[in-house]
């Protein structure tokens, strides 16, 4: 279930494509039928440090704020649209880039 609502719904398909479009192609696109743990390991097989640490947090923003959105929608009953969603993983990014001085993101500059 977690794989579906978090890569491969059509929800969490456009907020990846979003995120993809935001990071210039850093973070992709899930991969088709891939489960969670797969589709980590993955995308961040053979990455140097620095650019493994940053994609991860990226993609854990990304998935993070999926859960929750998905969250406010059965728990709320509200909806945010996914452009909303990235703006959510946005400013959380933001936020922990002043707090911590940690992702290097060219795009977020």
């Known amino acids: 279930m977690a794989d579906h609502l978090i890569l491969q719904c059509c929800f969490a398909k456009e907020v990846w494509h979003l995120a993809s479009l935001w990071t210039q192609d850093l973070v992709k696109m899930p991969t088709e039928g891939l489960p969670i743990a797969a589709w980590w390991e993955q995308e961040l097989a053979g990455l140097p440090k620095k650019l493994r640490r940053t994609k991860a947090s990226l993609m854990m923003y990304t998935a993070w704020n999926l859960w929750k959105e998905r969250n406010r929608h059965s728990f709320e009953h509200t909806s945010s649209d996914t452009v909303r969603v990235l703006q959510d993983i946005k400013v ?18």
């Open 92 to 109: 959380e990014v933001s936020v922990q880039k002043l707090a911590c001085g940690g992702l290097v993101i060219p795009f977020l500059s």
